[in-house]
Nanobody
Framework: QLQLVESGGGLVQPGGSLTLSCAAS????????IGWLRQAPGKEREGVAC????????NYADSVKGRFTISRDNANNTVYLQMDSLKPEDTAVYYC??????????????WGQGTQVTVSS
């Protein structure tokens, strides 16, 4: 079973920054569109950002536009989510997921276990 691994979560104060990483140890991410999604307690999972396989196209949820940046380093088989100006409402478990370019931002075939991000003073 192909699996993604997220890292970089933690506790940060409001206004702070975190960078999440998504890596795959047993397959290359280069052929996949990648999405970052999050789920807060008591809420449905929501898409945060997504990027196509080449990195040439990105898309963001309105709630994070201008604050979050998704990028990928295909040479190092890693996708990043740079999160700036964090707010308490960004608190959630963040997941990365991989899917086809043809259904990017909509459907995902492989998932990570998630990493907790807590924004609190």
């Amino acid at each position: 079973q192909l699996q993604l691994v997220e890292s970089g979560g933690g506790l940060v104060q409001p206004g702070g920054s975190l960078t999440l990483s998504c890596a795959a140890s047993e397959f290359t991410l280069n052929y996949y569109a990648i999405g970052w999604l999050r789920q807060a307690p008591g809420k449905e999972r929501e898409g945060v950002a997504c990027i196509n396989s080449s990195g040439g196209s990105t898309n963001y949820a309105d709630s994070v536009k201008g604050r979050f940046t998704i990028s990928r380093d295909n040479a190092n088989n890693t996708v990043y989510l740079q999160m700036d100006s964090l707010k308490p409402e960004d608190t959630a478990v963040y997941y990365c997921a991989a899917g086809l370019d043809s259904t990017w931002c909509l459907e995902y075939d492989y998932w990570g276990q998630g990493t907790q991000v807590t924004v609190s003073s």
